[in-house]
């Protein structure tokens, strides 16, 4: 079973929460699918058992020395690019987009692309099962190829030791790493929080789960922020038949847990946010057995 | 308070949800009650939430589209040359049974295929991406938003319009994507000075650390605000010690504050006593970093 916690808005509590999920009882194969700012690492600090490179797009460099600066490849850029820079063709390495087209146009083939190897996906061991997660090089296109690297992987952990459950915390937004990370899971969840721009932009993410036609739930986080917001948001997902898995408390122990490296569950089992996450993930987990006998 | 000619400030965190769009928002109304010449740009396209907190009439509406190609297929011979110059695989091809699709998804629009035909059997259209909004708030203050399209993959392309309408006179405050890949890379490319938002956690020091670090091979300068003062540890201000990075303002953790983000308010509005910190701040930046000095 693939969980997926993603959120729209972030800071919303999706590392918070799939960190608890990932430490209630049973092994799991936990992935940080999050590659532009993953964070579940430093919570966990699993081993290295393996480190893979992770090639991303590419970017042209042009050879002064073979360059004649006729222009040719200025007026093919559409990303903008290239332009004359003191009377020189010059090539801005953040708006190149890697097409490539620039280096196959050049009549004196002046132009070469450079591979982007800098990013990196990690497995090992944490001490409730296996981890996985992937580091994005700064700057580099946020495709959700080395998210589905970073699931692939998962998967195949998951198969070799026997796990059942893998749980995947996403990114923010709703672009191509979010649809990468949701793509064929059991189950998404959603994590929101009572404001305006939460609401906002569970709808979008809403919109997004649909169109993949996934088991959606959603958490509400720190709902007592704002109760007539979580009321509203409450109706809104009662509206499109999408279930609340649960309303958590705003809880500081949860940042206290996290300053100590521990999740909820390993820092105050007992108290309240902790049971509110054991009931949600069985609401969820208890879903997936009632859907399978449909 | 000191009004530079123009500035553009961006505001930025590597971590979701630290408070971007609370400070970019109430730094917008603060400076707009100064009678400035001012401009936000909500350059978070995958979830835009500025305009939420504001009042003003739409100006305009602007359709960011992208080329992509149409293969006709009674001329295409089926050489696979436009696949081969495709660098997206975004041109799926199977000549012995004469199969050829454009997957949209992929395509950059970079136009490579059309170069590479020889049979005349490529054209293009224009694919919807998103919008950019632009809404006038009161005099000579504006709000653009670059709003992507659900289901798109990449919000660059919206991000960069964005920011192209907001021109480059007054005072600019980009509102920045999360993370430290291209979509933030493109909103602090143009940015005189960056705004880092962050709270006081491992996680948030993580992703803070990755972003300053981007700044750096960038050449841009950096001041941070830490939000949510009070929840979590110490060793985020022993960081900006060491790295001599100015600690620009402290937020508290404050329910209030909190309570009139998520009903879409200004707390500068209610709490009034928060405006001079805001111009103070404003003022610190635009001394070293705004034109008014060159």
Redesign the interface.
Known sequence: MEIAII??????GK?SISAAFATLSGKVVLADCDV??A?LF??FNPTHEEEQVYMGG?KAVIDYSMCTNCGLCVD?C??GAISFLNGRVSISE?LC?????CS??CPSEAITMIDSDKSRMYAGTFRNGKMVYGR?A???????KLVNMVRDKAKKMAKAENIDTIILDG??????PV?STITGVDHVVIVT??????L??LK?TI??TS?FNLKTWVIINKYD??NE?ANEIELYCNGLGISIAGKFTFN?QV?EA??Q?KSIMEYAPESDFATQIQSAYNMIANGKIISKRN | MIKPSNIKIAVAS?????GK?LLSTNLFYVLQQQNCNITLVDCDA??P?DR?FFKGTMLKSLEVTQ?VPVIEESKCTFCGKCHE?C??NAIFILPPVKIIKVIEDLC?????CS??CHYDAISEKDVLLGNVNCFSIAQQSTVIEAN?K???????SVIKEAIKEAGNSGIIILDS???????F??TV?VADYVILVTEP???GL??LR?SV??LK??NKTCGVIINRAG???NAIYEYLKQEHIALLMEIPFD?DI??Y????ELFVKYKTEWEQPFISMFNSIVEKYGDSNN
């Open positions: 959120s729209g808005k972030g800071g919303t590392s532009d700012a964070n430093i919570m590419q093919y559409r990303f953040i987009d890697g097409c490539k087209l196959r146009i994005l700064p700057g580099e296109e946020n495709s959700g990114p923010p937004g709703i672009g191509c649809i929080e009572p404001t305006i721009s939460g906002h932009d979008r919109e997004i169109k922020l704002n917001m500081a940042v996290m300053v490296c | 590597g971590k979701g949800g630290t769009t995958e979830e939430n939420v080329k110059y660098n997206y950059h629009g970079c136009g490579a170069v590479a992507m659900v289901g798109v993959y990449s919000p660059v994507p999360p993370g430290t890949s291209c979509p890379i493109q490319a956690t491992p996680f993580s992703d990755q670090e981007t091979t960038m929840l979590g540890d329910k909190a309570s983000y998520s009903k879409g």
